[in-house]
């Protein structure tokens, strides 16, 4: 059996839809604050994973052998509230789960922005993130306090530097705001730093990975899901001109430049590899292309 905690949200959702179209051999059970946009669940229960008591209560009841760690909050957020949920809800689950059940797996999904770098960021060469989940936005903190819990297992997939692609991503992401700009065919896309580079995997690719470890990760090791290629905001917008077949000009908005920035930040998953055989087989083009068609 096999729990997904934030399974109403993006990413939640694709890994059941993989779930069922690999035909996978398991009772999902879908876990989240509101179960309403869950979908082709075997069971859906409703749960502030703050109350360990009630995460006990369902373990007694739907016992799992294996829980994929997704929940958690994002900004615009407040900064008090990804702490009672990230790090509440991470602490709720493992205490629950200790109480309530026979021993399991977990993995629990962290985000990149909280990664160390193998090297300084001053490092003349582009950093290159250290087999560590889950920098510097405000919700790296909770993030980062979260993954200290328990076993980790993995990259982003998505949120902050490790962004996966999405067929209908948010516009607060990179890749959401401008296909939602060159889909609006606009005469300028507005962006910020054009130089910065970011590793960026389809959200696709990102659950079959998370699928992999939990069978095949070894207990208390931390993995990254990552393409390990940096691709810099002016590649995309050029990739975006060429699949759309539009060329909009393109105009710096000094509110989305931020100076802090790290020019390029990528992972490294040899760990995954070697794991689990993983590979990436969806391109960022690719993954551009799907976005711009099911939009």
């Known amino acids: 059996m096999l729990w997904i905690t934030g399974a109403s949200g993006f990413t939640g959702r694709h890994l059941v839809r993989f779930l069922r179209q690999s035909g996978a051999s398991v009772r999902i059970i879908g876990i989240d604050i509101d179960v309403s946009a869950a979908a082709d669940l075997d069971a859906a229960h409703a749960i502030d994973l703050t109350n360990a008591e009630a995460v006990a209560a369902l373990a007694r009841r739907e016992r799992p052998d294996w829980v994929i760690h997704l929940a958690g909050l994002m900004p615009p957020a407040a900064e008090s509230e990804m702490w009672r949920v990230n790090v509440g ?42 087999a560590r989940p889950c920098t510097v936005i405000p919700n790296w903190r909770s993030r980062l306090r979260a993954c200290g819990w328990g076993p980790n297992a993995t990259s982003n997939p998505h949120r902050a530097y490790f962004q996966p692609r999405r067929s209908r991503t948010a516009a607060r992401w990179i890749t959401g705001s401008l296909v939602q700009q060159f ?70 908005d000094p509110s989305r430049v931020r100076a802090s920035d790290p020019v390029s930040v990528f992972g490294d998953s040899s760990r995954l590899r070697e794991a689990t055989h993983w590979v990436p087989t969806i391109s960022l083009e690719q993954s551009l292309r799907d976005m711009l068609a099911q939009a």
């Not at 977990?106 to 582009?126: K, Q």
């Open 183 to 252: 889909l609006a065919a606009a005469e300028e896309v507005h962006v910020g730093n054009l130089h910065t580079a970011r590793d960026f995997i389809d959200v696709r690719d990102a659950v079959r990975a998370y699928w992999l470890l939990v069978q095949r990760g070894e207990s208390g090791r931390i993995y990254n899901v990552s393409s390990d290629i940096p691709v810099s905001v002016r590649e995309m917008l050029d990739m975006l001109s060429r699949v759309s077949g539009h060329s909009p000009r393109i105009r710096i």
């Open 89 to 130: 809800g991470t602490v709720g689950l493992l205490l629950g789960l200790r109480e309530g059940s026979r021993p399991l797996r977990i993995v629990s999904i962290g985000s990149a922005p909280s990664t160390p770098p193998l090297r300084p960021v001053r490092s003349p060469r582009p950093p290159r993130l250290a």
